[in-house]
């Protein structure tokens, strides 16, 4: 893990356990690159319990509850796909917050409409709003991939600073 991951993961583990809230993630790409972030930090046991890798989309359905009727309109590499992934992850676990990723790494997969690179994310928070937000990334899979992660670290924390403690900011 490089250090800026650590930093991004330490800062977050920081804040969480201050509030006494909780994170839960939601992967597709990275495989668990986000939960192995987070895990890689001792204590996150205290704010840290559920990681779900949904790379099929069998698994996006059968476990986090994605609609069937969204994939197939949407792919599974879309707003309405990782916003559903980040609700059912938060439902499954009852994390305060979570987030999910849902994107092409690459180097094969890309369309006109999805090129390698495209990451959707969400972040659902304790008051029940989620905010989503797509990034196009350059370079390789691996590249991408922590990329992502830096991302969704900078994307949690920054929902959360901006919140107080159980209540929307």
């Given amino acids: 893990m490089s250090a800026s ?3 991004r993961a ?3 583990g920081l804040r969480l356990k201050a509030r006494h809230e ?4 939601a992967e597709s790409c990275t495989g668990g690159l986000i939960a192995g972030a987070l895990t890689d930090i001792a204590g996150s046991s205290d704010w840290f319990g559920w990681g779900v890798v949904s790379y099929a989309n069998a698994a996006k359905t059968g476990m986090l509850k994605v609609s069937p009727a969204s994939l197939a309109a949407h792919g599974a590499v879309s707003e309405v796909v990782a916003a559903e992934m980040a ?9 305060d917050w979570s987030v999910a990723v ?9 369309t006109p409409d999805k090129p390698v690179g495209v990451v959707w994310f969400a972040i659902a928070m304790p008051f029940g709003r989620v905010d989503t ?5 350059d370079g390789g899979r691996r590249a991408v991939r922590t990329q992502t992660v830096e991302v969704a ?3 949690l ?5 901006a919140t107080r403690a159980g209540q929307e900011g």
Avoid: H
């Avoid at 609700?87 to 994390?95: E, H, I, N, T, Y």
């Avoid at 924390?157 to 600073?161: D, K, M």
């Fill in 10 to 12: 330490e800062t977050l």
């Fill in 102 to 110: 849902s994107g092409v790494a690459g180097p094969g997969g890309g």
């Fill in 5 to 7: 991951i650590r930093t």
């Fill in 157 to 161: 924390l920054e929902r959360v600073n």
């Fill in 22 to 25: 909780t994170v839960a993630t």
């Fill in 153 to 155: 670290l900078d994307a």
């Fill in 87 to 95: 609700r059912g992850v938060q439902k499954l676990s009852g994390a």
């Fill in 133 to 137: 937000l797509v990034r196009l990334f």
